[in-house]
């Protein structure tokens, strides 16, 4: 069990004031032990989650944005996250950590689907909505990550190609198919913290071998692999 510390809270709050190069060389230091106890809570939650599932990787995302194509240009994210990815072309999605004071959640699913993977989903939703509407339904899953997907990103009325007054347009006119659930900086700081985001993505698991095996068939269930 771990727990994220304090003091990776108290440099990001340092560091959402004080985002600059100049602030960040004379604080290189601090930021380099934060981080390595950032890796370890990480490593943490790898080793129990390996034990639910199969994980190809751990990637923790740089602290230094790139800002070439953004409004906002100061240099740094004032942020930690993590994604582990699911092993194998069959095991599809992912589950991500997100720290950040007063915004910190995980999540997990398909943030950004490519066109293929968002058509496919589409149309087994148009199809049959009744193993996703399960998933949602389920009582443990719902109290932590709600019967909806996240809002990230939807279409006004329906996508193109799909009826507005389809039954399932609740879920189809969704660009992502991504469930949170938020912990406050106390929570977080919590000795078994590790345990419980753990404990919270197992709920997401049954939702993600529904989704990989939409994502590895044709509407027909025949495999594409």
Known sequence: MAAINASLLNFLNDLEKNNSRDWFEVNKTRYLKEEEGFKTFGNAILEDLEKIDHIEKMKV???????????????????????????????????YLHIQPGNNLIGGGFFA?????????????????SEIREVLADKEFSE?????????????????????????????????????????????????????????????????????????????GESVL
Request: glycine letters at 4%; proline letters at 5%.
């Open 61 to 95: 995302y740089r602290i230094y944005k790139d800002v070439r194509f953004g409004k906002d240009k100061t240099p740094f994210k004032t942020n930690r996250t993590i994604v582990y990815s699911r092993e194998g072309a069959a095991l599809r999605g992912s589950y």
């Open 113 to 129: 689907p490519n066109p293929a993977d968002l058509l496919r989903i589409r149309k087994e939703f148009e199809m049959d909505a």
């Open 144 to 220: 932590v990550f709600g019967n909806q997907f996240a809002p990230h990103n939807q279409v006004k009325t329906a996508p193109k190609g799909f009826s507005k007054d389809h039954p399932a347009n609740d879920l189809i006119k969704n660009k992502s198919f991504f469930f949170e659930h938020k912990y406050t900086n106390e929570e977080i700081q919590s000795a078994d913290f590790s345990k419980t985001v753990v404990e919270h993505y197992k709920l997401l698991r049954p939702y993600l071998n529904l989704m990989s095996d939409v994502l590895t068939t044709d509407l027909n």
